[in-house]
């Protein structure tokens, strides 16, 4: 980003660096669990809205505490 290379109108996987882990928002909670195995930062898409989303491990506690009760 800071080289000036991307554009505003360039796909966010550009941007991305390597170390994050794309995975879709129709695919399992396992993927995402076990994702963080590797990784720190999951990049979740929703391809239906053209939506991209930074989720990290405690965004995942988060939610199944919330939806544990």
Known sequence: MTSNKLKTNNEIRKAVIKEFKCIKNSDPLKYLSKGFNRH?????????????FVVVHKDLLDYYLKNSK
Not at 40 to 52: A, F, G, Q, R
């Open 40 to 52: 720190s930062h999951i990049l979740v898409t929703n391809e239906d809205d053209n939506e991209y």
